[in-house]
């Protein structure tokens, strides 16, 4: 990988970097897959009456789609206030919630208190950063602690 792009991947680890890229952001934009792509995928493994938590949310409207393909009860999390007060703002669906956290260290979850855990990105951008190994362990030690198994 060449030095430009280890610098500007390695931002995607910084919630202020996050911020002024949400600030200047005008539409919904999906990484990776839209929901029609991950429905057949998601939808067995994931009961619609479950409690979600979609980990770095970002702009993406997956949990949109959710919604309308019967999810109930989704809370979609980012460490960026910008775009979690956009996306609260611009909420689409009365069964969604918006929430300012830290995937790495979320006290306010008790545990085993959520059914399953959504992260379409937040993983990869963790991994760009200096304490990746530790970020990461963070992230699934959280997801582990309140997400209750059946």
Same mark, same amino acid.
Request: net charge negative; hydrophobic share 35%; glycine share 4%.
């Given at each position: 990988?060449?030095?430009?792009?280890?610098?500007?991947?390695?931002?995607?680890?910084?919630?202020?970097?996050?911020?002024?890229?949400?600030?200047?952001?005008?539409?919904?934009?999906?990484?990776?897959?839209?929901?029609?792509?991950?429905?057949?995928?998601?939808?067995?493994?994931?009961?619609?009456?479950?409690?979600?938590?979609?980990?770095?949310?970002?702009?993406?409207?997956?949990?949109?789609?959710?919604?309308?393909?019967?999810?109930?009860?989704?809370?979609?999390?980012?460490?960026?206030?910008?775009?979690?007060?956009?996306?609260?703002?611009?909420?689409?669906?009365?069964? $969604?919630?918006?929430?300012?956290? /830290? !995937?790495?260290?979320?006290?306010?979850? @008790?545990?085993?208190? =959520?059914? %399953?855990? $959504?992260?379409?990105?937040?993983? /990869? !951008?963790?991994?760009?950063?200096?304490? @990746?190994?530790?970020? =990461?362990? %963070?992230? $699934?030690?959280?997801?582990?602690?309140?997400?209750?198994?059946?």
């Amino acid at each position: 990988m060449c030095a430009a792009t280890q610098v500007v991947t390695q931002e995607y680890s910084d919630q202020d970097y996050w911020n002024e890229r949400y600030s200047k952001a005008s539409t919904s934009f999906e990484w990776y897959q839209r929901f029609d792509s991950l429905k057949h995928i998601i939808t067995p493994l994931i009961p619609k009456d479950a409690t979600i938590l979609q980990i770095g949310v970002g702009n993406s409207r997956l949990q949109d789609d959710m919604v309308l393909d019967g999810y109930s009860s989704i809370t979609s999390i980012d460490f960026s206030e910008v775009v979690i007060e956009q996306m609260q703002q611009d909420q689409q669906q009365q069964q $969604l919630q918006y929430a300012v956290a /830290d !995937a790495r260290s979320m006290p306010q979850y @008790a545990d085993s208190s =959520i059914g %399953a855990v $959504l992260d379409k990105g937040t993983m /990869d !951008a963790m991994a760009c950063g200096e304490k @990746a190994a530790l970020d =990461i362990h %963070a992230m $699934l030690c959280e997801s582990s602690r309140y997400v209750h198994n059946e």
